[in-house]
């Protein structure tokens, strides 16, 4: 079946003005994650969601980040009144279950510039 | 927290030649650890997953091996070809098992 999809694949915004980042999990997959990568770093842990329920937000960098699951499918992480670091790669994955050892399958990411 | 290192930003190898990676972590020992490929404008594509109890793992020309007591895997890409290059990324799970920490990624050139 089809793979992880995101939108938009690139963003410009101004700084200050807010932003949505859309995920299309792979189908029946109940986890799914969202990670950041600024340029040469590597991956940085956002959120976890299980069904549409999200029991680890402790990688949200600051309150103007937040994300929901609806349908147990589709995410949308949302960063509100953007700032420069804020610019970045957002990835999302998901896996069948969020158990351990599973395959984590990516998306393309959602390159963000905010100006 | 996991502090993940990986060799290296970038490796340039000749064709045919094995290319070697490097991950060491310096807390915990993992119950495994999962190798992923990253192509430029891509997201990480999963390539081998080890456990603590494996000491080599292969799949085709990759190679990867767990050394819990050096804390310490490596990747190895033998015959190496101008396709396998790319930025090779090292994951370990943290105390939440979902949850995986990855390091910042090595970029391997092959050169033909």
């Known amino acids: 079946g089809a793979g992880v999809s995101q939108s938009p694949s690139n963003k410009v915004t101004e700084k200050g003005k807010d932003v949505e980042l859309r995920c299309d999990p792979i189908s029946g997959h109940t986890a799914l994650y969202w990670y950041r990568q600024s340029l040469g770093q590597g991956l940085e842990f956002l959120i976890y969601?299980?069904?549409?329920?999200?029991?680890?937000k402790s990688g949200l960098p600051s309150d103007r980040f937040s994300a929901e699951r609806t349908g147990g499918s589709v995410s949308t992480l949302t960063i509100q009144r953007t700032q420069q670091e804020d610019s970045a790669v957002y990835l999302c994955?998901?896996?069948?279950?969020?158990?351990?050892?599973?395959?984590?399958?990516f998306g393309p990411g959602t390159r963000l510039l905010v100006l | 927290s996991q502090k993940i290192e990986q060799n290296s930003e970038a490796l340039n190898i000749q064709e045919g030649k094995t290319a070697t990676l490097t991950c060491n972590y310096t807390?915990?020992?993992?119950?495994?650890l999962q190798w992923y490929r990253q192509d430029p404008g891509r997201g990480p594509v999963f390539l081998l997953l080890i456990r603590e109890n494996e000491k080599e793992k292969r799949k085709e020309r990759l190679k990867v091996t767990f050394d819990t007591t050096l804390k310490q895997s490596l990747f190895h890409i033998t015959a190496s070809q101008p396709a396998d290059s790319a930025t090779y990324l090292c994951a370990l799970p943290g105390s939440n098992d979902y949850k995986l920490s990855f390091g910042a990624g090595t970029t391997v050139t092959v050169r033909a």
């Open positions: 969601f299980q069904g549409n329920s999200a029991p680890d």
């Open positions: 994955a998901s896996s069948p279950q969020g158990l351990g050892a599973e395959t984590q399958y």
């Open positions: 807390n915990y020992s993992p119950a495994y």
